[in-house]
């Protein structure tokens, strides 16, 4: 059994590019194991990643609009397989280790809040040391998950997850901030091309946006549907990456530009228009209040005793049980500890 993956292996040596991870030259794990029998390294990594707990609440999490009633607005899940289908097209078009690839992309938003970017402000603005969803996606993987054993996932997954997020920060980054491999930065550019395609199309089903209102540059020189745009983008990326020869994944400066300007104005009309603001205060409130309450009484997280004794482990209880929470589970703690309770009459 053992052979079969070796020949995977040996598979990935004589097909993949050779700026491509090699599952048999990974760096290995923090702890080390007896490797899978049928499955390469970053191929365990992907179902570890895929059937752990934090995975199936993402469902239930906010990507843009809060608890969407719409069964057609993007959750954070669906919005990590938009990544995974994204980062797996531009990665075999380039020859790149796919089951590296969409290992990162799986596990590259498992320690964001509820209620989205909102829930990650809240926390970040009243935890002392601040709270960042790229630190709490590694914690989650690496010390959180399995009863607080981790997933002991490969280093080079561990560095695409760390190095994924850009925030406002640079699109394609340079120095420390870019991650290892090609199949890592490849990720950080699938996610910004999904969220920015499916946040407009979001925008617009809601009502939020109009179609007369997206940049007329957008729809002349990307496209006028959401298809062609991740079209399009996938395309330059996949060019500009083969025309350096692989030597990082990039974008064109055109693209890099026209991404700049589509999350200035994603930032303007959506994430920071009224209707949509008027919601992210009333979750941020909601975290905000769980969050001081938990500080009071730890033993309602499951503390056991002798856990919280500083501020700062009450902190660190809080911010993993928060962070946890789903949307829908966050409300109902927030009724259940503030909200008076009918009586039971039996």
């Known amino acids: 059994m053992d052979r079969i993956r070796e020949e995977l292996e040996k598979l990935e040596e004589e097909n993949l590019h050779p700026r491509a991870a090699r599952s048999g030259s990974s760096k290995g794990r923090k702890k080390d194991e007896t490797p899978c029998r049928v499955r390469t390294c970053y191929q365990r990594d992907r179902d570890r990643i895929l059937h752990c707990k934090a995975f199936r609440r993402l469902k239930h999490k906010t990507q843009v609009f809060l608890a969407p009633q719409g069964d057609h607005y993007r959750t954070r899940l669906t919005h990590t397989l938009e990544v995974s289908q994204i980062a797996r097209t531009i990665s075999r078009a380039l020859r790149l280790n796919e089951d590296l690839t969409e290992a990162i992309a799986l596990g590259h938003d498992l320690g964001h809040t509820p209620f989205g970017h909102a829930g990650e402000e809240a926390l970040d603005g009243i935890v002392e040391k601040g709270f960042s969803h790229v630190a709490q996606s590694l914690r989650v993987v690496e010390v959180l998950e399995k009863g607080g054993q981790g997933l002991n996932l490969s280093l080079e997954v561990l560095d695409g997850i760390r190095k994924h997020s850009k925030g406002l920060g640079e ?52 496209g ?35 991404c700049r300007d589509l999350r200035g104005f994603l930032f303007e009309k959506v994430y920071y228009n009224p209707q949509t603001h008027r919601e992210f205060l009333k979750a941020s409130k909601i975290l905000r209040d769980l969050f001081e309450h938990y500080m009071e009484h730890p033993g309602e997280m499951g503390a056991t005793e002798g856990e919280g004794r500083t501020r700062e482990e009450r902190e660190r209880l809080a911010c993993d ?7 829908r589970f966050a409300t109902m703690m927030f009724e259940k500890t503030f909200l008076p309770q009918p009586w039971k009459i039996l």
């Open 224 to 258: 006028e549907t959401h298809a062609e745009r991740i079209g399009c983008m996938v395309r330059d990326i996949i060019e500009s990456t083969r025309g350096g020869n692989l030597e990082r994944a990039v974008m064109s400066d055109g693209l890099v530009q026209k």
């Open 321 to 327: 049980f928060i962070a946890g929470m789903t949307d």
């Open 171 to 222: 699109i394609v980054p340079t120095g420390e901030d870019r991650a290892l491999t090609v199949e890592g930065q490849v990720v950080r550019l699938a996610d910004i091309v999904a969220y920015i395609n499916h946040d407009i199309d979001d925008a617009l089903r809601a009502g939020v946006l109009l179609d007369e209102e997206l940049p007329a540059d957008l729809t002349e020189d990307v």
